[in-house]
RNA sequence: GCCCCAGUAGCUCAACGGACAGAGCAGCGGCCUUCUAAGCCGUCGGUUGCAGGUUCGAAUCCUGCCUGGGGCACCA
């Protein structure tokens, strides 16, 4: 069609306007092309010295174009409007081309030809022997949908994620089970929390006794001389804690293809350090200082740009800094194809993970281009949570907010507050509440199932529907919130989708040409649908789980409206029914494609 | 001091340089003997932080400023 459109112009001598939107024509309740003429409109005023105002030569222009287009087979209607050219196509033949193709496709709608290309995405990053928090929670959220929705966009995607199993961290905790829990096992289930309760039991009896110290650096030095005994301890309580990981990606339907743990990173870090300092890369300052890459002076900037950045400390003892040059080049050693290599990482380490890109740039490496940072902001707490928080939060320091400022506070990793499990049972709690109120007759383990679909889907639907550069305020009621724009509304379209469904005994099969006048909704529904693709391919290259929610979101309240306004079921006319049928189950299988991609269940009940 | 991010309805947030800046929540008023009311409709609500600039056209791009948050050598 607009290949046709395109085509005749061309013949016409018409110039073809740049920008192609094929959406639905704002207040009309019909879909073709939109054209601006303006940008040609513009160039002619500019170039023939013309003296005519721009929005009058591109209604022209829009008009003589009408003129030209109105008898292309296909097109219904043509216009010209304040410089626009809209192009209405036959509903009809759209709209069965549209739920034809969906059901067609089936699950695969919405996901592009594979590219044969692969990148890999690092998220997640919990360190191991501590909490597993709200903190953590919107990197594994995001960090999916994205991996989602690249796959979708024709990616191979390598999900990676990269454990903090070694620093002072382990070895406080460490110290305080060796003194106080020696031999003490986690429970079988949430063992985070078990393990948490004892870093932050760590850290307070650290705080309330600081002369113990030494016996946390003795235990360090146990730990850097190897000593066996200790290192056994080490695997050992390590891997509960990655049980009590596993526990929640499980619950989260999250899971990784490759694992990179930091403490395989330290000889390797420590030797890429000594080959920064021979190749003059780095500079050696021990022991009077650390070793440094003085990356502005390197590249000759007078302004600061990339600063200094330190790789290793002064005593040789390792940094974060020390072991991320090695895992990059331990990712394209093992998957030498990566056309990207994507960490989902805070952005408040923008600027060091700039310089890490930087450092392997100077190191020669050609795919140091291919790194790409997807920075995301926090999640604060407000105040109300803070007083909680402070309870169990004996490391941080005491907040020192002037009276009347907006209290917030990051959830960062030191506080053991609003741990997972406690959020997961608290939203579950709520949204089995509200089952029971909604829907009384069904079984119990299904009100159980389906409080677990809304509970999770609701948390991370309120997590990715943001700008990943947003600050997420937490709190239970808005986290919980499953009115309005969250992701109840859309598993409950879905519901109704099926429950219409299930009433027909299914849609035809076979495919089914609209002979009734379409009702504005049916054919905004069907613009939803048609858009879906598009958006797929726009969140994947901006990185923007948002796109899909907000398509999903457009594409429940689209059929809802259809729902309230088109009689399916007890359509009179058959031909009407079965098309409307076969509209409904194009909308229940895009509403479960788009959950899908942001890693949210559709039931088909609730 | 340098750098990054944000400032849009009372609140939380959308909006590919394009048509009248849209949703949700909160408020008010309607719609369930009829396909699940977790829904739908109506209504109220805006000088898009300020001032310039570029453009036919700016919430969007550029410059400056204001406010808030964050980052800047051995924390992770």
């Known amino acids: ?20 939107r094929f959406a639905q024509v704002p207040g009309e309740g ?26 009058q030569r591109a209604q022209e222009l829009a008009q003589a174009a009408a003129e030209r287009v109105r008898d292309l087979p296909g097109v219904q209607r043509v216009e010209a409007v304040r410089g626009y050219l809209n192009i209405y196509v036959d509903p009809h033949a759209y709209g069965r081309q549209v739920v034809d193709t969906v059901l067609a496709q089936g699950p695969n709608f919405g996901r592009a030809p594979r590219r044969g290309q692969r990148l890999m995405v690092e998220f997640s990053q919990p360190n191991t022997h501590k909490a597993f928090h709200v903190g953590h929670l919107r990197n594994v959220i995001l960090g999916e949908a994205v991996c989602r929705i690249l ?7 390598v999900r990676a994620n990269y454990l903090g199993d070694i620093g002072w961290h382990v070895i406080k905790w460490l110290w305080n089970y060796l003194t106080y829990h020696q031999g003490e096992e986690p429970p ?54 990655i049980e009590g990981f596993e526990e929640i990606y499980r619950l989260l339907d999250v899971h990784f293809d490759r694992v990179y743990y930091e403490s395989e990173m330290e000889e390797p870090g420590k030797a890429l350090v000594e080959e920064l300092i021979r190749r003059g890369i780095a500079r050696d300052l021990r022991p009077n200082g650390p070793v440094i890459v003085p990356l502005d002076e390197l590249l000759g900037l007078d302004k600061e740009t990339y600063r200094t950045y330190v790789v290793l400390r002064s005593d040789g003892t390792s940094l974060y800094a020390t072991k991320d040059l090695p895992l990059a080049i331990q990712k394209f050693r093992e998957y030498p194809d990566l056309v990207q290599s994507i960490y989902v990482i805070d952005v408040r380490q923008s600027l060091y993970m700039k310089q890490i890109f930087k450092t392997l740039e100077l190191m020669g490496y050609e795919w140091a281009d291919r790194l790409y940072h997807l920075a995301y902001e926090l999640v604060l707490l407000p105040a109300n949570l803070i007083q909680e928080v402070q309870e169990v939060d004996l490391e941080a320091e005491a907040p020192a907010e002037a009276e009347g400022k907006p209290q917030a506070k990051a959830a960062s990793s030191r506080e053991g507050a609003v741990l997972l499990d406690q959020l997961f049972q608290e939203a579950h709690r709520r949204a089995r509440a509200i089952v029971d109120e909604k829907n009384p007759s069904l079984p119990a383990a299904t009100k159980d199932r389906v409080a677990w679909q809304v509970a999770l889907g609701a948390l991370k639907y309120s997590m990715l529907a943001r700008e990943n550069t947003r600050f997420f305020v937490f709190n239970w009621q808005q986290a919980l919130d499953f009115n309005g724009n969250a ?47 598009g958006v797929v391919l726009r969140a994947a290259a901006e990185y923007k789980p948002l796109h899909i929610t907000n398509a999903a979101f457009a594409l429940a309240r689209a059929f809802n409206d259809f729902y309230d306004r088109c009689p399916v079921l007890a359509a009179e006319d058959p031909q009407v029914r079965d098309f409307r049928l076969r509209l409904v189950a194009a909308t229940k299988q895009t509403l479960a494609n788009a959950l899908h991609l942001l890693g949210i269940e559709a039931p088909e009940v609730m």
């Not at 929390?193 to 705080?207: D, H, P």
């Open 1 to 20: 069609m607009a290949e046709q459109v395109r085509a005749l112009l061309h013949e016409q001598h018409i110039p073809e306007p740049k920008a192609w």
């Open 30 to 55: 019909v879909w073709g092309f939109s054209l601006p003429f303006f940008p040609i409109a513009a160039a002619e005023v500019r170039a023939k010295g013309l003296k005519m105002p721009v929005p």
């Open 151 to 157: 796959d979708a966009a024709g990616y191979e995607v």
């Open 188 to 241: 079988t289930e949430d063992k985070t929390t078990w393990i948490s309760q004892l870093y932050i039991e760590a850290n307070r009896r650290l705080k309330e006794n600081p002369d113990l110290e030494p016996q946390v650096r003795a235990l360090f030095h146990r730990w850097e001389a190897r000593d066996p005994e200790l290192l056994a301890l080490w695997e050992k309580t390590r891997q509960w804690s």
């Open 487 to 533: 992701s109840p509304t859309i598993q409950y379209a879905h519901v109704r989708c099926a429950s219409l469904l299930r009433k027909a005994g299914g849609a035809p099969e076979a495919s089914v040409t609209p002979q009734h006048e379409l009702h504005p909704a049916e054919v905004a529904l069907i613009s939803q649908l048609a858009a879906f693709p």
